[in-house]
Protein backbone atom coordinates (compact mmCIF):
# COMPACT_ATOMS: atom_id res chain seq x y z
CA UNK A 1 0.00 0.00 0.00
CA UNK A 2 2.94 2.66 0.57
CA UNK A 3 4.89 1.14 -3.18
CA UNK A 4 3.72 4.42 -5.28
CA UNK A 5 3.92 7.20 -2.69
CA UNK A 6 7.62 5.77 -1.86
CA UNK A 7 8.88 5.30 -5.17
CA UNK A 8 7.97 9.14 -5.91
CA UNK A 9 10.15 10.27 -3.19
CA UNK A 10 12.85 8.33 -2.01
CA UNK A 11 15.15 9.63 -4.48
CA UNK A 12 14.65 12.77 -3.09
CA UNK A 13 14.97 12.12 0.42
CA UNK A 14 18.50 10.93 -0.02
CA UNK A 15 19.18 14.19 -2.01
CA UNK A 16 17.84 16.25 0.49
CA UNK A 17 19.48 14.45 3.38
CA UNK A 18 22.95 15.34 1.94
CA UNK A 19 22.98 18.81 0.68
CA UNK A 20 20.20 20.13 3.49
CA UNK A 21 21.26 21.25 6.68
CA UNK A 22 18.87 24.22 7.48
CA UNK A 23 15.25 23.29 6.75
CA UNK A 24 11.69 22.41 8.26
CA UNK A 25 10.97 18.41 8.65
CA UNK A 26 8.11 16.49 7.97
CA UNK A 27 7.84 14.21 10.00
CA UNK A 28 5.44 11.16 10.16
CA UNK A 29 3.98 10.11 13.21
CA UNK A 30 2.02 6.91 13.82
CA UNK A 31 -0.11 7.73 17.25
CA UNK A 32 -2.53 6.23 18.94
CA UNK A 33 -4.97 8.22 20.58
CA UNK A 34 -3.83 7.73 23.93
CA UNK A 35 -1.11 9.63 22.54
CA UNK A 36 -2.53 12.68 20.60
CA UNK A 37 -2.23 15.38 22.88
CA UNK A 38 1.07 14.61 23.51
CA UNK A 39 2.30 14.45 19.84
CA UNK A 40 0.16 17.81 18.85
CA UNK A 41 1.55 19.20 22.06
CA UNK A 42 4.98 18.32 20.47
CA UNK A 43 3.76 19.83 17.35
CA UNK A 44 2.69 22.80 18.86
CA UNK A 45 6.19 23.51 20.38
CA UNK A 46 8.11 23.51 17.62
CA UNK A 47 6.13 25.38 14.67
CA UNK A 48 8.83 25.23 11.99
CA UNK A 49 8.46 21.47 11.45
CA UNK A 50 5.61 19.90 10.10
CA UNK A 51 4.36 16.83 12.14
CA UNK A 52 1.76 14.06 9.93
CA UNK A 53 0.06 12.74 12.86
CA UNK A 54 -2.03 9.16 11.50
CA UNK A 55 -4.90 8.10 13.59
CA UNK A 56 -6.84 4.41 13.73
CA UNK A 57 -10.09 7.43 14.27
CA UNK A 58 -10.46 10.89 15.13
CA UNK A 59 -10.49 11.44 19.38
CA UNK A 60 -12.18 14.54 21.36
CA UNK A 61 -8.81 14.92 22.07
CA UNK A 62 -8.26 16.60 18.61
CA UNK A 63 -10.97 19.02 18.76
CA UNK A 64 -10.14 20.83 21.82
CA UNK A 65 -6.63 22.30 20.27
CA UNK A 66 -6.83 25.45 18.23
CA UNK A 67 -5.86 24.02 14.57
CA UNK A 68 -1.96 24.87 13.61
CA UNK A 69 -0.99 25.12 11.08
CA UNK A 70 2.40 22.52 10.88
CA UNK A 71 -0.19 19.62 12.23
CA UNK A 72 -1.99 17.18 9.77
CA UNK A 73 -4.21 15.07 10.59
CA UNK A 74 -4.73 11.20 8.67
CA UNK A 75 -7.05 8.73 9.58
CA UNK A 76 -7.11 4.97 8.85
CA UNK A 77 -7.81 5.43 4.84
CA UNK A 78 -5.51 8.29 4.42
CA UNK A 79 -2.92 7.03 6.57
CA UNK A 80 -2.30 3.78 4.11
CA UNK A 81 -2.41 6.07 1.05
CA UNK A 82 -0.43 9.78 2.40
CA UNK A 83 -0.25 12.61 -0.55
CA UNK A 84 2.20 10.68 -2.84
CA UNK A 85 4.07 14.23 -2.92
CA UNK A 86 4.97 14.15 0.77
CA UNK A 87 8.39 13.96 0.76
CA UNK A 88 9.46 12.97 4.60
CA UNK A 89 12.25 13.31 6.81
CA UNK A 90 11.83 10.92 9.91
CA UNK A 91 9.28 8.69 11.03
CA UNK A 92 7.89 8.24 14.99
CA UNK A 93 6.30 4.95 15.76
CA UNK A 94 4.82 4.54 19.55
CA UNK A 95 4.16 0.73 19.20
CA UNK A 96 6.54 -1.92 19.09
CA UNK A 97 3.69 -4.74 19.14
CA UNK A 98 2.23 -3.99 15.65
CA UNK A 99 2.58 -2.07 12.56
CA UNK A 100 6.82 -1.79 13.69
CA UNK A 101 8.20 -4.06 11.09
CA UNK A 102 5.90 -1.85 8.43
CA UNK A 103 7.46 1.47 10.07
CA UNK A 104 10.88 -0.12 9.92
CA UNK A 105 10.75 -0.94 6.39
CA UNK A 106 9.06 2.38 5.12
CA UNK A 107 11.98 4.26 6.58
CA UNK A 108 14.60 1.98 5.25
CA UNK A 109 13.06 2.29 1.81
CA UNK A 110 12.99 6.44 1.82
CA UNK A 111 16.69 6.41 3.77
CA UNK A 112 15.24 7.92 6.95
CA UNK A 113 15.59 7.25 10.57
CA UNK A 114 12.95 5.62 12.10
CA UNK A 115 12.03 6.93 15.41
CA UNK A 116 10.68 5.20 18.35
CA UNK A 117 9.03 6.78 21.17
CA UNK A 118 7.73 5.20 24.37
CA UNK A 119 5.14 6.13 27.03
CA UNK A 120 4.85 3.21 28.85
CA UNK A 121 6.67 0.65 30.80
CA UNK A 122 6.12 -3.16 29.98
CA UNK A 123 2.69 -4.25 30.84
CA UNK A 124 2.22 -7.05 32.87
CA UNK A 125 0.94 -9.78 29.78
CA UNK A 126 4.49 -8.64 28.05
CA UNK A 127 6.63 -12.48 28.52
CA UNK A 128 10.12 -11.73 28.95
CA UNK A 129 11.24 -13.56 25.92
CA UNK A 130 8.69 -11.21 24.02
CA UNK A 131 10.90 -8.28 25.42
CA UNK A 132 13.83 -9.47 24.30
CA UNK A 133 12.85 -9.69 20.96
CA UNK A 134 11.70 -6.34 20.90
CA UNK A 135 14.66 -5.07 22.03
CA UNK A 136 17.32 -6.99 20.09
CA UNK A 137 15.52 -7.83 17.01
CA UNK A 138 12.89 -5.06 16.29
CA UNK A 139 15.44 -1.91 16.30
CA UNK A 140 14.75 1.91 15.68
CA UNK A 141 17.51 4.50 14.98
CA UNK A 142 16.34 6.85 17.89
CA UNK A 143 14.64 5.46 20.84
CA UNK A 144 13.16 8.66 23.31
CA UNK A 145 11.39 7.58 26.63
CA UNK A 146 9.25 10.00 28.41
CA UNK A 147 10.42 9.41 31.90
CA UNK A 148 13.43 8.08 33.27
CA UNK A 149 11.28 5.07 35.10
CA UNK A 150 10.30 3.45 31.81
CA UNK A 151 14.00 2.95 30.62
CA UNK A 152 14.28 0.93 33.67
CA UNK A 153 11.41 -1.18 33.62
CA UNK A 154 12.58 -1.66 29.99
CA UNK A 155 16.11 -2.54 31.20
CA UNK A 156 17.50 -0.61 27.77
CA UNK A 157 19.39 2.48 27.02
CA UNK A 158 17.57 5.17 25.28
CA UNK A 159 19.00 8.12 22.75
CA UNK A 160 17.05 10.46 24.92
CA UNK A 161 14.92 10.68 28.50
CA UNK A 162 12.49 13.61 26.98
CA UNK A 163 9.53 14.36 29.86
CA UNK A 164 6.13 15.56 28.14
CA UNK A 165 6.17 19.48 27.67
CA UNK A 166 3.96 20.56 30.80
CA UNK A 167 2.10 23.77 31.14
CA UNK A 168 3.45 25.13 35.00
CA UNK A 169 1.22 27.82 36.63
CA UNK A 170 1.54 29.31 40.06
CA UNK A 171 -1.61 30.71 40.12
CA UNK A 172 -3.65 28.15 42.50
CA UNK A 173 -5.47 30.62 44.65
CA UNK A 174 -9.02 29.61 43.05
CA UNK A 175 -8.55 25.98 43.70
CA UNK A 176 -12.23 24.62 44.93
CA UNK A 177 -12.93 21.33 47.18
CA UNK A 178 -13.46 19.38 43.74
CA UNK A 179 -11.85 16.19 41.85
CA UNK A 180 -10.94 15.99 38.32
CA UNK A 181 -11.05 12.78 36.11
CA UNK A 182 -10.06 12.75 32.53
CA UNK A 183 -10.34 10.07 30.48
CA UNK A 184 -12.17 7.35 27.41
CA UNK A 185 -14.83 5.42 29.35
CA UNK A 186 -17.39 2.30 27.99
CA UNK A 187 -21.01 2.23 28.82
CA UNK A 188 -19.59 -0.67 31.35
CA UNK A 189 -17.81 2.24 33.51
CA UNK A 190 -21.16 3.84 34.19
CA UNK A 191 -21.75 2.00 37.33
CA UNK A 192 -18.25 2.12 38.59
CA UNK A 193 -17.72 6.27 37.94
CA UNK A 194 -21.03 6.51 39.54
CA UNK A 195 -20.50 4.78 42.94
CA UNK A 196 -17.05 7.14 43.23
CA UNK A 197 -19.02 10.50 42.90
CA UNK A 198 -21.33 9.13 45.04
CA UNK A 199 -19.00 7.94 48.29
CA UNK A 200 -17.08 11.32 47.36
CA UNK A 201 -17.51 14.13 50.13
CA UNK A 202 -16.99 16.43 47.38
CA UNK A 203 -18.18 17.00 43.86
CA UNK A 204 -16.21 15.20 40.89
CA UNK A 205 -16.02 16.76 37.34
CA UNK A 206 -15.12 14.36 34.94
CA UNK A 207 -13.98 15.27 31.15
CA UNK A 208 -14.44 12.30 28.77
CA UNK A 209 -17.26 10.91 26.70
CA UNK A 210 -19.33 9.16 29.29
CA UNK A 211 -23.05 9.62 28.38
CA UNK A 212 -25.01 11.31 31.29
CA UNK A 213 -21.64 12.07 33.41
CA UNK A 214 -19.55 14.09 31.70
CA UNK A 215 -18.39 15.86 28.14
CA UNK A 216 -15.09 16.69 26.40
CA UNK A 217 -14.00 19.98 27.50
CA UNK A 218 -14.42 22.52 24.36
CA UNK A 219 -11.05 23.92 24.70
CA UNK A 220 -7.49 22.67 25.94
CA UNK A 221 -7.50 26.51 27.86
CA UNK A 222 -11.13 25.08 29.52
CA UNK A 223 -8.89 21.65 30.53
CA UNK A 224 -6.54 23.01 32.07
CA UNK A 225 -8.61 25.62 34.31
CA UNK A 226 -10.56 22.77 35.39
CA UNK A 227 -7.26 20.93 36.41
CA UNK A 228 -6.03 24.17 38.13
CA UNK A 229 -9.29 24.51 39.67
CA UNK A 230 -9.43 21.23 41.16
CA UNK A 231 -7.71 20.07 44.29
CA UNK A 232 -7.33 16.37 44.05
CA UNK A 233 -6.81 14.42 40.04
CA UNK A 234 -8.31 10.89 40.07
CA UNK A 235 -6.37 8.55 37.72
CA UNK A 236 -8.80 5.19 36.70
CA UNK A 237 -6.78 4.09 33.61
CA UNK A 238 -5.40 0.88 33.74
CA UNK A 239 -2.82 1.75 31.84
CA UNK A 240 -0.05 3.95 31.40
CA UNK A 241 -1.89 6.08 28.93
CA UNK A 242 -3.25 8.44 30.99
CA UNK A 243 -0.12 9.72 32.32
CA UNK A 244 0.00 12.75 30.49
CA UNK A 245 -2.65 14.43 32.24
CA UNK A 246 -1.99 13.34 35.53
CA UNK A 247 1.22 15.26 35.15
CA UNK A 248 -0.56 17.93 34.05
CA UNK A 249 -2.81 18.26 36.71
CA UNK A 250 0.51 17.53 39.10
CA UNK A 251 2.09 20.37 37.23
CA UNK A 252 -1.29 22.51 37.83
CA UNK A 253 -0.84 21.30 41.71
CA UNK A 254 -3.37 18.81 41.82
CA UNK A 255 -3.02 16.04 44.26
CA UNK A 256 -3.23 12.56 42.99
CA UNK A 257 -5.17 9.41 43.14
CA UNK A 258 -4.40 6.69 40.63
CA UNK A 259 -4.80 2.97 39.50
CA UNK A 260 -1.64 0.72 40.03
CA UNK A 261 0.86 0.55 36.63
CA UNK A 262 4.50 0.22 37.33
CA UNK A 263 4.78 3.77 35.87
CA UNK A 264 1.99 5.59 38.02
CA UNK A 265 3.41 3.73 41.15
CA UNK A 266 6.40 4.58 41.14
CA UNK A 267 6.06 8.97 40.22
CA UNK A 268 3.52 8.29 43.56
CA UNK A 269 6.45 6.72 45.30
CA UNK A 270 9.01 9.52 44.12
CA UNK A 271 6.88 12.39 44.00
CA UNK A 272 4.93 11.63 47.44
CA UNK A 273 2.23 13.31 45.84
CA UNK A 274 -0.78 11.13 46.59
CA UNK A 275 -1.92 7.66 46.70
CA UNK A 276 -1.92 4.73 44.42
CA UNK A 277 -4.88 2.11 44.80
CA UNK A 278 -5.80 -0.91 43.05
CA UNK A 279 -9.77 -1.96 44.07
CA UNK A 280 -13.21 0.07 44.19
CA UNK A 281 -12.76 0.41 48.00
CA UNK A 282 -9.10 1.63 48.46
CA UNK A 283 -10.11 4.75 45.90
CA UNK A 284 -13.02 5.40 47.99
CA UNK A 285 -11.02 5.52 50.93
CA UNK A 286 -8.22 7.50 49.81
CA UNK A 287 -10.50 10.19 48.12
CA UNK A 288 -12.45 10.37 51.81
CA UNK A 289 -8.38 10.31 53.33
CA UNK A 290 -7.25 13.33 51.19
CA UNK A 291 -10.60 15.53 51.38
CA UNK A 292 -10.61 15.31 55.37
CA UNK A 293 -6.71 15.87 55.92
CA UNK A 294 -6.05 19.28 54.67
CA UNK A 295 -2.60 18.71 55.67
CA UNK A 296 -2.19 15.48 54.06
CA UNK A 297 -3.79 17.28 50.93
CA UNK A 298 -1.43 20.81 50.97
CA UNK A 299 1.76 18.55 51.44
CA UNK A 300 0.28 15.80 48.17
CA UNK A 301 -0.37 19.41 46.28
CA UNK A 302 3.19 20.92 46.78
CA UNK A 303 5.01 17.84 46.24
CA UNK A 304 3.35 17.48 43.22
CA UNK A 305 3.93 20.39 41.79
CA UNK A 306 7.81 20.56 42.75
CA UNK A 307 7.68 17.20 40.96
CA UNK A 308 6.57 18.69 38.35
CA UNK A 309 9.15 21.72 37.88
CA UNK A 310 11.91 18.90 38.33
CA UNK A 311 10.74 17.07 35.40
CA UNK A 312 9.21 19.04 32.95
CA UNK A 313 10.53 18.87 29.33
CA UNK A 314 12.67 21.60 27.95
CA UNK A 315 12.75 21.88 24.10
CA UNK A 316 16.05 21.98 24.11
CA UNK A 317 16.41 17.97 23.88
CA UNK A 318 13.87 17.94 21.33
CA UNK A 319 15.95 19.84 19.01
CA UNK A 320 18.68 18.15 19.69
CA UNK A 321 17.25 15.47 18.91
CA UNK A 322 16.07 17.12 15.48
CA UNK A 323 19.39 18.44 14.69
CA UNK A 324 20.38 14.55 14.38
CA UNK A 325 17.64 13.98 11.87
CA UNK A 326 18.93 16.75 9.25
CA UNK A 327 22.30 15.52 9.93
CA UNK A 328 20.92 11.72 9.78
CA UNK A 329 23.49 9.47 7.91
CA UNK A 330 21.42 6.26 6.49
CA UNK A 331 22.91 2.91 7.87
CA UNK A 332 20.26 0.07 6.88
CA UNK A 333 19.23 -2.19 10.22
CA UNK A 334 19.72 -5.51 9.77
Known sequence: ????????????????????????????????????????????????HNFYLTLPEHHWSLDIKPNLDNVYILYQQERDHP?????????????KFIGFDKYRRLADYLHIPLIYYEHNTIGPSVRPEDVELLKTQRLSDIDIATHKIIALDWKKEFDYIIPYNLTIDESFKNKKDQIIIIGDFV??????????????????EILGNVQQLSKPPSSYKELLDKLTQSKIFLNLA???????YMLQAMALRCAVITNYTTLTSSIIKESNCGICC??????????????????LLGKCQDNAQ?????????????????????????????
Not at 83 to 89: R, V
Not at 187 to 202: K, M, T
Request: proline share 3%; net charge neutral; glycine share 0%.
Open 1 to 48: MWKKFVMSIFLNNIYKNAIIKDRSLNILVFSSKDHAMANINLAESFPQ
Open 187 to 204: VGDYNYLQEIISASPWPV
Open 278 to 295: EQLEEIKNAISKLCTDST
Open 83 to 95: PIDLSLDAIICQE
Open 306 to 334: SYAYRYYSSNSQWTDMFKQIINYKFIKKS
Open 238 to 244: SKDSNVF
